[in-house]
């Protein structure tokens, strides 16, 4: 059985960006989901000189090792100021520092949400753009605006956005 993981880029307890791509992985079928949350891979801030004086924490090693022995990656960014979060950058940054193909070519499914109407767009086209660098093989991007309206119960209540997420989310099964 194909084995991928799914994590959102954000530390909130309450992530709505982690209620997505849990949702967006129940969707998949005879695929082992193992579910990763960021607060569980706690770094400290990356710094050059920290680099120096410390080396690479474990935890980075042991996320990029999640990664590599996935067959693919399902990702929501929870977008901040127009970007990435500061615990997905500062991650990021530090699985960079041990090889810069942080994503080993593997399948990914790039999400975002927020509660306003761009649905984190912004972080996405950043992500989009600068992902394929780290050997990401993005399938499709997904953006939920307005979170609160569209999603309840666990899951999208919007019917067009349902169904472009479902064939988004065959569409990585398929490059598994
Ligand atoms: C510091 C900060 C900056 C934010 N900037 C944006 C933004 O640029 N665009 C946006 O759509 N939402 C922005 N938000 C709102 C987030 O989208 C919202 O907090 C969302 O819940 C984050 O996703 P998460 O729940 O998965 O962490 C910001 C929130 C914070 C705390």
Redesign the pocket.
Known sequence: MKKIIAF?????K?????QLVVYASSLLENVDVNILDLNDFELPLFGVDLEKEQGIPQKAHDFLELIKNADGIML?L??????Y?TVFKNLFDWMSRIQSKTFFGKPMLLMA????G???K??LEIAENRFPFHEAKITDVFSLPF?SKNFSDEKISDNTLNDELVKKVTNFQEAL
């Open positions: 959102a880029g954000s530390n909130s309450a992530s709505i960006n982690k929501s929870a977008e901040h100021n127009g970007a979060s949400t927020s509660p306003g761009r649905g984190g912004s972080v979170f």
